[in-house]
């Protein structure tokens, strides 16, 4: 099985249909097909084959769509690496995975002893590809699972391992989480995100669907209005932080979104007061979802009387709860199709890492009677003070409801007498700080939340530390 074979056999009867549209360009299925041949005959020229690790290094783009087609049609492993990250992670990607072959655009790495990689299937940038020279190779295991992508975990608890994922895999999370998405070739999906780490279940799932995705990350939130008022878009795929630029955007009115089926609000939890915002701005519920790299897309909320709830299961995942706690929040495991297949570094197996088949996410969450499931925190992010639990998303959700706050992170310190105390970093809103104070935002706390769970202290800090994802790194 090739996922790329099978997203040509699936948008059969539409290759004249718009495919991927970038600023005033545009690629139709057999257009983007015809450029995917191109490019992939020339890295074959360079000597990609089957099984070889390709590292990506490209801004989000038709040619980033059209490159990784090209890899997967060779039957080679996608290893995507944003351009955005410093160049000490970049370093660590490409030693980790012990890359074969690195392609990147023009600018964004030293080119160095690299050649120019020449194709009339390239739409607008220049790229470039480098064979590394590895000492080790793969696992074993790695050539039996029919290997088709590796991306690093956003890397928030811990070292990232590399998430191995098969074309089957791919197959099966892109049709799973499809029951919750129902995408149609008359859908335009307006995109936002970073492909480097939004790829598997989204573009993949979009193209064999015969949708039309109309980039529109850069410029933002122009780029964005622009897709949603001249393209009639259908469908988003963004973050709280881009629902919150159009909710308060004064170019767009209540009726600007009429078109738009379902907003998907993933990456981060949706914070009410966007929530809010964007409901009482264009007249419609933000549809939250629940995105694991390691299991897929297994929750979509699209009930809008739930709100704070990632949804119920999707049909084809089951979820458990394990290890409650008196008030019913546990340890969330999750288990279903499209499961990853490995870790790359140090390997594991699909069946070393899964329990039965269960993947224990880090998350803690609760299930009500519905089975509607609210993510609370993760296991590793739980505060024991005196006996009792803090979250630290809970309280970092008050504090970043402060006026005078931009972002927050809510951390435990050992103590000799309560276990842990809640301690909380603090970034300021820009020209806030004569007007801050301390004690204020203690009040604020104390306000909203149980006295136990109120940070012990408040630590003013000009920005705190980022995953590559853009995720706080605790």
Known sequence: MNVYETIKLETRGFE?????????????????????????????EKGVAQYHRVGLLCGDSIDYISAS?????????????SPEQPAAEIGATIDRIALDFLVFEKGVYDSGDAAALKSEGFYRKEFFIKKMHNVEGPCKEYYGINPAFIRFSSGTTGTSKGVVLSHETIIERTDAADKGLGLMHHDTVLWVLSMSYHFVVSILLYLRRAATIVLCARPFPEALIEGVISHKGTFIYASPFHYNLLARSGLLSAESLKDIRMAISTAMKLPDEIADA??????????????????????????????????????????????????????????????????????????????????????????????????????????NFAGMKVFAYEVESVIN???????SMVFGVPHPQYGQLPIAKIVLKQG???????????????????????????????????????????
């Open 16 to 44: 004249d249909k718009a495919a991927v549209v970038e600023g005033d360009g545009m690629l139709t299925y057999g257009q983007l097909f015809s450029s995917v041949g191109k490019i992939a005959e020339a890295l074959s």
């Open 69 to 81: 087609l090209a890899i997967l049609s060779l039957s080679a492993v996608i290893v995507p690496i």
């Open 278 to 383: 964007f409901s009482a701005r264009f007249g419609f519920e933000l549809t939250e979802a629940y995105g694991i790299i390691e299991v897929g897309l297994p929750f979509i909320r699209i009930s809008t009387d739930k709100r704070g709830s990632v949804g119920r299961a999707l049909p084809d995942y089951d979820v458990a709860l394990v290890n409650k706690d008196a008030d019913g929040t546990g340890e969330i495991h999750i288990k279903g199709k499209g499961m990853l297949d490995a870790y790359y570094s140090p390997w594991q197996s699909r069946e070393a890492i899964l329990k039965e088949g269960w993947f224990k996410t880090g998350d803690l969450g609760m299930i009500d009677d519905a089975g509607f499931l609210t993510i609370v925190g993760r296991d590793k992010d739980v505060i």
């Open 401 to 407: 409801q402060h006026p005078l706050v931009e972002e």
């Open 432 to 474: 806030s700080g004569e007007d801050f104070d301390p004690d204020d935002l203690r009040r604020f706390c104390y306000q909203r939340l149980a006295q136990y769970k109120v940070p012990k202290d408040f630590e003013r800090v000009d920005h705190l530390p980022k995953t590559a994802s853009g995720k706080i790194r605790r």
